[in-house]
């Protein structure tokens, strides 16, 4: 099993940024996939989450402004964040659950550029 996120980097603030999570090693289809974020000093929060039919949940904080979609042809799953804010900076994860076990990727960092 493997989650490979990408995309982040700097960016101003009120930007926007698409990451990307490729994932294998899984049937990714059938699974709920899930976008995750800590900031230093702050605990892991969920940002976003998709289910296999395309259902989606969003944080309060990002609702509006992030989107999340996947393609399971290319078992990849996104989240296009736009209207970037002071607290959207962090790590940002990708994660999904299986058989009762847990799976994150390695992150991938966004920052905003002074």
């Known amino acids: 099993v493997q989650l490979v996120e990408s995309g982040g980097g700097l960016v101003q603030p009120g930007g926007s940024l698409r990451l990307s999570c490729a994932a294998s090693?899984?049937?990714?289809?059938?699974?709920?996939m899930s976008w995750y974020r800590q900031a230093p000093g702050k605990e892991r929060e969920l940002v976003a989450d998709?289910?296999?039919?395309?259902?989606?949940n969003y944080a309060d904080s990002v609702k509006g402004r992030f989107t999340i979609s996947r393609d399971n042809a290319k078992n990849t799953v996104y989240l296009q964040m736009n209207r970037l804010k002071p607290a959207d900076p962090a790590l940002y994860y990708c994660y999904f659950t299986r058989a009762g076990n847990a799976f994150w990727g390695q992150g991938t960092q966004l920052t905003f550029s002074s």
């Open positions: 090693g899984f049937t990714f289809s059938s699974l709920r």
């Open positions: 998709i289910s296999p039919g395309g259902n989606r």
